[in-house]
């Protein structure tokens, strides 16, 4: 099973961009496929977006346009790019693959004034 950590992490102002990394123990490359989800206080986690194996690309409603999913298979890490942060962004952020079984400690995006 491959293991996951998220970073790139931290406080940032509204509108302001952040983008996270997430690194692989082993190669991603026949990784078919790789998404990010948070959690914010006091809710279920939910689904942020999906990468495939051959460049595939999904978003939730909620971050369409501002999110950027992205992957180097050659870094075996996963990327995502935040732009235009709004506070409902807040939340801890992991990733996870569809060869993982576990799910890491994830990273702490906190969007604030």
């Known amino acids: 099973q491959v293991q996951l950590v998220e970073s790139g992490g931290g406080l940032v102002q509204p509108g302001e961009s952040l983008r996270l990394s997430c690194v692989a123990s082993?190669?991603?490359?026949?990784?078919?496929?790789m998404m990010w989800y948070r959690q914010a206080p006091g809710k279920q986690r939910e689904w942020v977006t999906t990468?495939?194996?051959?460049?595939?690309?999904t978003y939730a409603d909620s971050v369409k346009g501002r999110f950027t999913i992205s992957r180097d298979s050659a870094k075996n890490t996963m990327y995502l790019q935040m732009n235009s942060l709004k506070p409902e962004d807040t939340a801890v952020y992991y990733c996870h693959s569809s060869a993982s079984a576990s799910w890491g400690q994830g990273t702490q995006v906190t969007v604030s004034s």
């Open positions: 990468i495939t194996r051959v460049g595939f690309l």
């Open positions: 082993e190669s991603i490359f026949s990784i078919n496929i």
